[in-house]
Nanobody
């Protein structure tokens, strides 16, 4: 069974850090672009960051640029390091995999999705 599982969410303080992990089972992520998306209550799911399958190039939403870092830990795990957290970063974070060789930014481009992990930013 092919699936993605996110972990690492929880309560972070403003200015603090969290690291999210996206782990694949049943397949490896080498040939997939991996995206992190987040969804706040009442809002649409939005792309946060993407790492390509071809050369590990990356994309970041303007709102997280300079604060978040996406990286491949190994063939089955992708991290999202979130620093300098802001209250606006709160939401459910999803990782997703797309069998594409660029940096897809739309949810519809992704085939595999995790179940999401909640991130709360509060003091």
């Amino acid at each position: 069974q092919l699936q993605l599982v996110e972990s690492g969410g929880g309560l972070g303080q403003p200015g603090g850090s969290l690291r999210l992990s996206c782990a694949a089972s049943g397949f490896t992520l080498d040939d997939y672009a991996i995206g992190w998306f987040r969804q706040a209550p009442g809002k649409e799911r939005e792309v946060v960051s993407v790492i390509s399958s071809s050369d590990d190039s990356t994309y970041y939403a303007d709102s997280v640029k300079g604060r978040f870092t996406i990286s491949r830990r190994n063939a089955t795990t992708v991290w999202l390091q979130m620093n300098s957290l802001e209250p606006e970063d709160a939401g459910v974070y999803y990782c997703a995999a797309a069998y594409l060789h660029h940096l897809p930014e739309k949810p519809i481009d992704y085939y595999y999705w995790g179940q999401g992990t909640q991130v709360t930013v509060s003091s």
